[in-house]
């Protein structure tokens, strides 16, 4: 009788809990765009890393020759070759192959990890067919994609600050991740050189871009979240090394470490924080990313075993282990359109051994997921936004429009505008690329996304589009060793 009444309440609490009305989007917004300029100006001046990525090319399209990528970054790791071809040839022929880190790798040794990859990579290297060739004397290139926050002091070295989405390889911190994939290569006899050391982010951006002129910012939604973009590299204060000839840089913001007293912040963020390997840390993307959100889901709904007894008078034991339940399944029973909900009812089964479930209740738990799906998804769209924002592409500017005559006219409404970047089109389009199994997978996150950026811009999302650059960051870091390359 009471069950479902007491699970509509918490629910009804937790759906307020959540709320992203637009006036309050706009406040996430206002506060990226903020605290964007503010990590520019100094380090440590914002929780917003702001990390100048010594990446002041772009491709381009005139890249040539064979290069690799090498993409560590979260749930798979990836090794891929490619064929480039120049203007006429663009990619001629690639191939990649993924498996997935072996979980202890992920909290054991900096030696283990990296020399896992450097396997990987070699027996790649040595399955090769005679369709890929080097140039005469050209020594294999490599771009390594490295999703982890970097302090890069070239483009090819740095340092990790830390780790984040469940990796702690404790003695790697404050290492050169460059040179320990390096020594791992050596040890088993290779030699190739890691040409550029790439964010997946910039990876995205550097694929998108090789396509598209447009492109400007890129954002990952996959096991974590982040962003990158091109800014002006004299709006970049704290750089201390000669300003690139191109008059850009590109930012990986670590927008996941985001925070703002405007996110909506509940009993679920707290707990899951604080359980977390990295508490206090990382805030934005433990609201938004795919190795969270289904987390976010099982913590309601054991609030509502434990209130409502929801699954009987036991709570079912596996449902109080942490990341139990995973996103995918989060998604499929969002997803779910059948009238008894019976995807729904499999999940819980099969995962949970939870039967017998009320198709009331089954609801809820749809409830539930669609609930953080929509909270994560208009976080992220606002955060897209609040870019759009500091690189004067809203749509908001002095004219109240995006067409301008003069490329470096001041677009400032509020002073968190700045110059319009160097490259700025002239019919003022820009384009967004995206990457991540969350944006491509979870439909409903997806369009919940969309439809907030377009309610943000209003008038200004004609001259926006957000684009999936799948795999993008895997080939951009490719490209980017291509252009980064000592031998032409
Ligand atoms: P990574 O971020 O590890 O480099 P991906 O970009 O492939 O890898 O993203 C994988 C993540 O995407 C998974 O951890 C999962 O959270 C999310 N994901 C994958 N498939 C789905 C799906 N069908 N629905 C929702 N999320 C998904
Ligand atoms: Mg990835």
Same mark, same amino acid.
């Given at each position: 009788r009471s069950q479902k009444t007491t699970a509509r309440?918490?629910?009804?609490?937790? %759906?307020?809990?959540? *709320?992203?009305?637009?006036?309050?989007?706009? %406040?996430?917004?206002?506060?990226?765009?903020v605290e964007m300029h503010a990590g520019l100006v100094s380090e440590g001046g914002s929780k917003?890393?702001? /990390? @100048?990525?010594?990446? *002041?090319?772009?491709?381009?399209?005139?890249?040539?020759?064979?290069?690799?990528?090498?993409?560590?970054?979260?749930?798979? &790791?990836?090794?891929?070759?490619? %064929?480039?071809?120049?203007?006429?040839?663009r990619v001629i022929k690639q191939e990649y192959e993924e498996v997935a880190i072996p979980p202890e790798l992920m909290l054991g040794t900096s030696q283990e990890l990296f020399d896992f990859i450097a396997a990987e990579l070699v027996s790649f290297v040595a399955r090769e067919g005679d369709d890929f060739r080097l140039h005469e004397g050209?020594?294999?290139?490599?771009?390594?994609?490295?999703s982890f926050p970097v302090k890069q002091t070239a483009v090819n070295s740095g340092t990790l600050i830390h780790w984040?989405? !469940?990796?702690?390889v404790n003695d790697a911190v404050g290492q050169d991740v460059v040179?320990?994939? %390096?020594?791992?290569?050596?040890?088993?006899?290779?030699?190739?050189?890691i040409a550029a050391l790439v964010n997946d982010t910039v990876g995205t951006l550097a694929g998108g871009r090789y396509w598209n002129n447009d492109v400007m910012i890129a954002v990952i939604l996959g096991t974590g979240t982040n962003a990158c973009y091109v800014e002006r590299a004299e709006n970049v204060s704290k750089f201390t090394g000669e300003i690139p000839e191109s008059g850009q840089m590109v930012i990986n913001m670590e927008w996941g470490n985001f925070w703002?007293?405007?996110?909506?912040?509940? &009993?679920?963020?707290?707990?899951?924080?604080?359980?977390?390997?990295? @508490? !206090?840390?990382?805030?934005?993307?433990?609201?938004?990313?795919?190795?969270? /959100?289904? *987390?976010?889901v099982r913590r309601v709904l054991v609030k509502m075993a434990q209130e409502a007894g929801i699954f009987g008078t036991n709570v079912p034991h596996k449902l109080l282990e942490a990341f139990s339940l995973r996103t995918p399944d989060m998604s499929k029973m969002h997803h779910d359109d059948s009238s008894d909900l019976k995807v729904v009812a499999e999940v819980l089964k099969r995962v949970y051994g939870i039967q017998n479930t009320t198709v009331g209740i089954r609801k809820i738990v749809v409830e539930v997921c669609d609930t953080l799906c929509q909270r994560g998804a208009r976080l992220a769209a606002a955060g897209i936004v609040g870019i759009l924002k500091k690189i004067g592409r809203d749509g908001s500017t002095a004219n109240g429009s995006v067409r301008r005559n003069n490329m470096f006219e001041q677009g400032d409404m509020n002073g968190y505008h700045d110059e319009l970047p160097v490259n700025y089109t002239s019919d003022g389009r820009t384009v967004v690329a995206m990457d991540g199994g969350l944006y491509e997978h979870y439909i409903e996150f997806r369009n919940y996304m969309q439809e907030a950026v377009v309610d943000l811009l209003g008038e200004g999302s004609k001259n926006v589009f957000i684009?999936?650059?799948?795999?993008?960051?895997?080939?951009?870091?490719?490209?980017?060793?291509a252009s980064h390359a000592e031998h032409v």
């Open positions: 309440k918490i629910l009804l609490e937790f %759906q307020e809990a959540c *709320d992203t009305p637009l006036s309050r989007l706009r %406040q996430v917004v206002d506060a990226m765009a917003l890393k702001m /990390l @100048p990525t010594f990446v *002041d090319r772009l491709p381009d399209g005139n890249e040539k020759g064979l290069y690799y990528a090498v993409d560590l970054g979260g749930t798979n &790791f990836r090794v891929l070759r490619v %064929q480039l071809g120049g203007l006429e040839g050209q020594s294999r290139e490599i771009g390594f994609t490295f984040t989405k !469940g990796f702690k040179a320990a994939l %390096q020594r791992g290569i050596e040890r088993r006899g290779h030699k190739m050189r703002s007293s405007h996110l909506p912040r509940t &009993f679920v963020d707290e707990l899951l924080d604080n359980e977390s390997l990295n @508490p !206090g840390e990382y805030g934005f993307e433990k609201m938004i990313s795919g190795m969270y /959100l289904g *987390d976010c684009e999936l650059s799948k795999d993008g960051s895997g080939i951009g870091a490719a490209l980017l060793a």
